[in-house]
């Protein structure tokens, strides 16, 4: 530690009051931090900030720099302290996503809360246990060994009478202290609160419309933006004449380039004056649109990189008695959270404090102080309840918005999208294509695997069969691309990639399995050695009760299954297809999941629930309609997100593996919604879907096929 | 000015100076602060606003904010009667029929409309009743769960008052 971040910590304990603060730093000594970083973590915090404060009412703040956007980490988080702390689960108190209060992170996404924050944690409240043992045995005068730590109290094992409360040992500190040594975290033969299924914990704000967003923050004197916005991707502001709008009583017109916002103390006055702005915009022309966008994509794709290989592929096709060569297309999707971005904006005495929908503060802290000119520690970022992101809430474009117009009208400034700026300025998951050449020989064993996925992304593309010749190439590695490639902006979206490549896999899988006449799970299991995707599968199969049968059985059943974040998922369905439609009834879905340790069943269950229920839309009904940058589908009545009567009945398994560190829970159970799904009409109809969303129109197009 | 329009909102009387054909939703949100009325899609597509009139649901952004003059107006803020939760409240904490929560108010109120009408619907008829609301991150099972579970109670609270 140098003097700088001495004094910062001197203001922060300031900030943060009086009671125990329990830092931790990172050498890279510790096993769990080796083991992240192994895993290619960076997101586990190494500032100087606190993961936990005692305070003299006994109550214990877990300060974490993730959010809260309905996944719940504000519950699972909550358990993993108060089990390591021994403290009361009611005592804990969450801080989540401010910038000044809580320890660096890199953003909530990719499933990492609690694999790898959450391990962390553990070990700040394990060292801070540790901290209060030794306190205590100043207070009563009795040595550790004989002290026990329970329900927020030290008490002498040989007299239980003596005993003192963490409230009153944090009484007249603060102490902060540094984790140098591992301390030992508890086996899950000795967890009391992790393991519970725990019901979250805002659900009476959110039943009761207390809980604050992003967009619900009111300060005095705060005014409402509305930006001016072109029509298409790539337009550029031609002619500008914003008379109409200021002729709007208690209008303000903040014009700085093509950056054109009219601001009022009403957001709708706001939203009609900025109607009344005429703008002219010269708008490229339409090359590309979401019907030939694939061929488009197939002439750009970059050479890309080998991500996996194995054998010789020569051989593999040699060896093979049949090939199989498909290629499968994928469309863009929308994240679509009910919450619009939105910010609010506010600078006092030089610093910008701004309130933001965002899956990652810290970032939006950067952003808002390079747009501003501001140093990042006059930045702070809070983030309320956010409602909903899936990947979709990390660009902060609405935040740094806000900001430059606080800082330019000299008031509070609240932005927040319509629903059509939010689709049109939406990260979507990338249009893809997965080629994909296979062969297998007579005696049923797979020989070739030559895989290709072009702009969906790496993760999930590495099957995990055995098969002796194979080689997976990304063409990129990533799901972001420069100009020339989408015309719109394309980024993370939950699970990114994998639920395009598990589609096109699982698929391929089923092919294969229908063509050389085998139960496609037997074909499966034939060519796993993974212990723990047999287990998966089977689990899967036995709760199902699937009996075998070659594709198409005319059942409708069907099966996929999928690495993602850790965690294993397999799922089975059944589907209904209407000849005459091409209409597809989802009847049910199991999904067995595997994912170490489980930190909240309820909250792991409730997320594999809503991974399956959001799935079925980008598997049958979800694809952004576009002509050249201009988004068609402008809300949701041409963009079509699962309703209630697209529910199927829905059964989730969670496989006990308590050998295994806790994975990633909010993803995993989404990325088999395609494959399941084709995998299941085909069983129906015999109709092989290669193209996600299974429309009617394309299922009816497959069937006529066949 | 324009003339007042006044209503009660959440048992309250409220008179308000505003231009009468604003939607009742940016009136709810900004001038009386019930921020739990939420804004979603603006052209009622998803049922994030909803809110009462005169004990029905009714979609506060398409709503004008003169349309509701001399009616009572309740949002999820006043469904709790004297701190109490209403059953579809509680039945949504105990199913734990949300995640982020931003469609949550629009849901209760829309599932109240569809308990009045239909106090002891089947599994279809909540499918039905509530395949107007948008709920992006998946909990829907769990809200039909929790609207057949606060069925019961709701009818039982009707019979007794």
Same mark, same amino acid.
């Given at each position: 530690?140098?003097?700088?971040?001495?004094?910062?910590?001197?203001?922060?304990?300031?900030?943060?009051?009086?009671?125990?603060?329990?830092?931790?730093?990172?050498?890279?000594?510790?096993?769990?931090?080796?083991?992240?970083?192994?895993?290619?973590?960076?997101?586990?915090?190494?500032?100087?900030?606190?993961?936990?404060?005692?305070?003299?009412?006994?109550?214990?703040?877990?300060?974490?720099?993730?959010?809260?956007?309905?996944?719940?980490?504000?519950?699972?988080?909550?358990?993993?302290?108060?089990?390591?702390?021994?403290?009361?689960?009611?005592?804990?108190?969450?801080?989540?996503?401010?910038?000044?209060?809580?320890?660096?992170?890199?953003?909530?996404?990719?499933?990492?809360?609690?694999?790898?924050?959450?391990?962390?944690?553990?070990?700040?409240?394990?060292?801070?246990?540790?901290?209060?043992?030794?306190?205590?045995?100043?207070?009563?005068?009795?040595?550790?060994?004989?002290?026990?730590?329970?329900?927020?109290?030290?008490?002498?094992?040989?007299?239980?009478?003596?005993?003192?409360?963490?409230?009153?040992?944090?009484?007249?500190?603060?102490?902060?202290?540094?984790?140098?040594?591992?301390?030992?975290?508890?086996?899950?033969?000795?967890?009391?609160?992790?393991?519970?299924?725990?019901?979250?914990?805002?659900?009476?704000?959110?039943?009761?419309?207390?809980?604050?967003?992003?967009?619900?923050?009111?300060?005095?004197?705060?005014?409402?933006?509305?930006?001016?916005?072109?029509?298409?991707?790539?337009?550029?502001?031609?002619?500008?004449?914003?008379?109409?709008?200021?002729?709007?009583?208690?209008?303000?017109?903040?014009?700085?380039?093509?950056?054109?916002?009219?601001?009022?103390?009403?957001?709708?006055?706001?939203?009609?004056?900025?109607?009344?702005?005429?703008?002219?915009?010269?708008?490229?022309?339409?090359?590309?649109?979401?019907?030939?966008?694939?061929?488009?994509?197939?002439?750009?794709?970059?050479?890309?990189?080998?991500?996996?290989?194995?054998?010789?592929?020569?051989?593999?096709?040699?060896?093979?008695?049949?090939?199989?060569?498909?290629?499968?297309?994928?469309?863009?999707?929308?994240?679509?959270?009910?919450?619009?971005?939105?910010?609010?904006?506010?600078?006092?005495?030089?610093?910008?404090?701004?309130?933001?929908?965002?899956?990652?503060?810290?970032?939006?802290?950067?952003?808002?102080?390079?747009?501003?000119?501001?140093?990042?520690?006059?930045?702070?970022?809070?983030?309320?309840?956010?409602?909903?992101?899936?990947?979709?809430?990390?660009?902060?474009?609405?935040?740094?918005?806000?900001?430059?117009?606080?800082?330019?009208?000299?008031?509070?400034?609240?932005?927040?999208?319509?629903?059509?700026?939010?689709?049109?300025?939406?990260?979507?998951?990338?249009?893809?294509?997965?080629?994909?050449?296979?062969?297998?020989?007579?005696?049923?064993?797979?020989?070739?695997?030559?895989?290709?996925?072009?702009?969906?992304?790496?993760?999930?593309?590495?099957?995990?069969?055995?098969?002796?010749?194979?080689?997976?190439?990304?063409?990129?590695?990533?799901?972001?691309?420069?100009?020339?490639?989408?015309?719109?902006?394309?980024?993370?979206?939950?699970?990114?990639?994998?639920?395009?490549?598990?589609?096109?896999?699982?698929?391929?899988?089923?092919?294969?399995?229908?063509?050389?006449?085998?139960?496609?799970?037997?074909?499966?299991?034939?060519?796993?050695?993974?212990?723990?995707?047999?287990?998966?599968?089977?689990?899967?199969?036995?709760?199902?009760?699937?009996?075998?049968?070659?594709?198409?059985?005319?059942?409708?059943?069907?099966?996929?299954?999928?690495?993602?974040?850790?965690?294993?998922?397999?799922?089975?369905?059944?589907?209904?297809?209407?000849?005459?439609?091409?209409?597809?009834?989802?009847?049910?879905?199991?999904?067995?999941?595997?994912?170490?340790?489980?930190?909240?069943?309820?909250?792991?269950?409730?997320?594999?629930?809503?991974?399956?229920?959001?799935?079925?839309?980008?598997?049958?009904?979800?694809?952004?309609?576009?002509?050249?940058?201009?988004?068609?589908?402008?809300?949701?009545?041409?963009?079509?997100?699962?309703?209630?009567?697209?529910?199927?009945?829905?059964?989730?398994?969670?496989?006990?593996?308590?050998?295994?560190?806790?994975?990633?829970?909010?993803?995993?159970?989404?990325?088999?919604?395609?494959?399941?799904?084709?995998?299941?009409?085909?069983?129906?109809?015999?109709?092989?879907?290669?193209?996600?969303?299974?429309?009617?129109?394309?299922?009816?197009?497959?069937?006529?096929?066949? | 000015?324009?003339?007042?329009?006044?209503?009660?909102?959440?048992?309250?009387?409220?008179?308000?100076?505003?231009?009468?054909?604003?939607?009742?939703?940016?009136?709810?949100?900004?001038?009386?602060?019930?921020?739990?009325?939420?804004?979603?899609?603006?052209?009622?597509?998803?049922?994030?606003?909803?809110?009462?009139?005169?004990?029905?649901?009714?979609?506060?952004?398409?709503?004008?904010?003169?349309?509701?003059?001399?009616?009572?107006?309740?949002?999820?803020?006043?469904? *709790?009667? #004297? @701190?109490? &939760?209403?059953?579809?409240?509680?039945?949504?904490?105990?199913? %734990? !029929?949300? =995640?982020?929560?931003?469609?949550?108010?629009?849901?209760?109120?829309?599932?109240?409309?569809?308990?009045?009408?239909?106090?002891?619907?089947?599994?279809?008829?909540?499918?039905? *009743?509530? #395949? @107007?609301? &948008?709920?992006?991150?998946?909990?829907?099972?769990?809200?039909? %769960? !929790?609207? =057949?579970?606060?069925?019961?109670?709701?009818?039982?609270?009707?019979?007794?008052?």
């Amino acid at each position: 530690m140098n003097t700088t971040d001495d004094h910062s910590r001197r203001e922060f304990l300031k900030r943060l009051g009086g009671g125990i603060a329990i830092f931790v730093t990172f050498g890279g000594k510790l096993a769990l931090v080796e083991q992240a970083e192994a895993q290619g973590s960076r997101g586990v915090p190494a500032d100087f900030n606190a993961f936990l404060r005692i305070a003299e009412n006994g109550r214990v703040t877990c300060l974490t720099g993730k959010i809260e956007m309905g996944q719940g980490p504000i519950t699972s988080l909550a358990q993993m302290l108060a089990d390591e702390l021994d403290a009361p689960y009611e005592m804990v108190d969450m801080l989540m996503g401010d910038t000044d209060l809580c320890p660096w992170d890199m953003g909530t996404w990719g499933s990492r809360t609690t694999r790898f924050f959450g391990a962390a944690l553990r070990v700040a409240a394990a060292e801070a246990r540790g901290v209060l043992m030794e306190l205590a045995s100043e207070a009563l005068n009795v040595p550790i060994s004989r002290l026990e730590a329970k329900d927020g109290a030290v008490f002498d094992r040989k007299d239980e009478k003596k005993r003192v409360s963490y409230g009153a040992l944090a009484e007249g500190k603060p102490i902060a202290r540094h984790l140098t040594v591992k301390p030992d975290l508890k086996d899950p033969s000795q967890f009391r609160v992790m393991g519970q299924p725990k019901l979250r914990r805002d659900s009476l704000e959110k039943v009761t419309g207390k809980a604050k967003y992003a967009a619900d923050i009111r300060l005095p004197g705060m005014l409402y933006a509305k930006i001016l916005r072109p029509p298409a991707h790539g337009a550029k502001l031609k002619d500008l004449d914003t008379s109409g709008a200021r002729k709007v009583a208690g209008v303000r017109v903040v014009e700085d380039g093509d950056f054109v916002a009219v601001l009022h103390e009403l957001p709708d006055v706001a939203q009609r004056a900025l109607g009344r702005i005429k703008a002219e915009f010269d708008v490229p022309p339409a090359t590309v649109t979401d019907e030939n966008i694939h061929a488009h994509l197939l002439r750009v794709a970059p050479k890309g990189d080998v991500a996996a290989e194995r054998g010789d592929l020569k051989k593999g096709r040699k060896l093979a008695a049949r090939t199989f060569e498909t290629t499968f297309f994928d469309g863009y999707v929308a994240h679509a959270p009910m919450e619009t971005h939105a910010a609010l904006a506010n600078i006092e005495d030089n610093k910008c404090t701004v309130w933001a929908s965002t899956q990652n503060p810290f970032g939006a802290r950067d952003q808002i102080a390079r747009a501003i000119g501001f140093r990042t520690e006059k930045v702070r970022v809070i983030t309320p309840f956010v409602g909903g992101g899936f990947g979709g809430k990390t660009s902060n474009m609405q935040a740094v918005e806000a900001a430059r117009l606080a800082k330019a009208v000299g008031r509070p400034v609240q932005v927040m999208r319509t629903r059509e700026e939010e689709f049109f300025y939406d990260t979507f998951r990338p249009a893809a294509i997965v080629k994909i050449h296979s062969g297998i020989d007579d005696a049923g064993r797979m020989t070739l695997w030559n895989y290709e996925v072009l702009f969906a992304g790496q993760r999930g593309s590495e099957h995990f069969y055995e098969i002796p010749h194979h080689r997976t190439t990304v063409r990129p590695r990533g799901w972001t691309r420069g100009r020339g490639t989408h015309p719109f902006a394309t980024g993370a979206w939950r699970a990114p990639a994998n639920n395009t490549n598990t589609f096109a896999r699982e698929s391929q899988i089923d092919i294969m399995a229908a063509a050389t006449g085998v139960d496609p799970i037997e074909l499966r299991l034939k060519h796993l050695e993974d212990p723990r995707m047999i287990r998966v599968l089977k689990a899967a199969a036995e709760r199902f009760g699937w009996t075998p049968a070659t594709s198409p059985s005319k059942r409708g059943l069907g099966v996929a299954s999928g690495i993602d974040a850790g965690t294993y998922v397999a799922a089975i369905a059944e589907v209904a297809v209407d000849a005459r439609t091409g209409n597809v009834e989802v009847k049910r879905v199991l999904c067995a999941q595997e994912m170490g340790i489980v930190i909240n069943p309820q909250g792991a269950t409730i997320q594999m629930e809503g991974c399956i229920t959001m799935g079925l839309g980008y598997a049958l009904s979800e694809e952004v309609h576009f002509r050249g940058g201009k988004i068609l589908d402008t809300n949701f009545h041409r963009y079509e997100i699962p309703r209630f009567s697209r529910l199927p009945k829905i059964e989730t398994v969670l496989v006990e593996a308590n050998e295994i560190a806790p994975q990633g829970g909010g993803e995993p159970a989404i990325i088999v919604m395609g494959a399941v799904i084709a995998n299941a009409i085909h069983d129906a109809t015999g109709a092989r879907l290669l193209r996600m969303p299974m429309t009617p129109a394309r299922v009816k197009a497959a069937m006529q096929e066949t | 000015m324009p003339d007042p329009i006044s209503f009660k909102l959440n048992g309250k009387r409220v008179r308000l100076e505003v231009d009468g054909n604003r939607k009742l939703l940016w009136v709810l949100r900004t001038e009386l602060e019930q921020t739990g009325t939420k804004y979603g899609c603006g052209s009622g597509f998803c049922g994030a606003c909803m809110v009462l009139i005169d004990d029905r649901p009714v979609r506060s952004c398409l709503a004008r904010v003169e349309s509701v003059g001399g009616k009572e107006v309740v949002t999820i803020e006043g469904l *709790g009667k #004297d @701190g109490d &939760l209403h059953p579809l409240q509680k039945a949504f904490m105990e199913n %734990d !029929a949300m =995640q982020c929560g931003f469609c949550t108010p629009g849901m209760i109120l829309t599932a109240y409309g569809l308990l009045r009408s239909k106090p002891a619907p089947s599994r279809e008829e909540i499918i039905r *009743g509530m #395949d @107007g609301n &948008l709920c992006r991150c998946g909990a829907n099972t769990r809200i039909i %769960d !929790a609207i =057949q579970s606060a069925a019961t109670d709701v009818r039982k609270r009707r019979s007794t008052t």
